[in-house]
Nanobody
């Protein structure tokens, strides 16, 4: 069992930046994959950025070049730096961790981008 707590969401003007944080209750070394998903109103949850089990980063095409995922293992934390935010990035952002093929989710943090 792992608990994930997100923070860092908020209201930001288009073109601005935010940094999301996700703190895991377990050491990130025991987590197979860890990353960020988002869900906009009326849409399905989608992958934003993730560390694979090989430590490789994958990004959704819509955020490549604007978002950066990083981690600080000593703090059991994964970050999502979001730059050049667009209205279409408005969503609830969820931290995800997969351990032995089981998914765990945080409660989410709201990101709202206004023009």
């Amino acid at each position: 069992q792992v608990q994930l707590v997100e923070s860092g969401g908020g209201l930001v003007q288009s073109g601005g930046s935010l940094r999301l944080s996700c703190v895991s209750s377990l050491n990130t070394f025991v987590i197979n994959t860890m990353g960020w998903y988002r869900q906009a109103p009326g849409k399905q949850r989608e992958l934003v950025a993730i560390f694979t089990s090989d430590g490789i980063t994958n990004y959704a095409d819509s955020v490549k070049g604007r978002f950066t995922i990083s981690r600080e293992n000593a703090k059991n934390t994964v970050y999502l730096q979001m730059n050049s935010l667009e209205f279409e990035d408005t969503a609830v952002y969820y931290c995800n961790a997969r351990i032995m093929n089981k998914d765990y989710w945080g409660l989410g943090t709201q990101v709202t981008v206004f023009s």
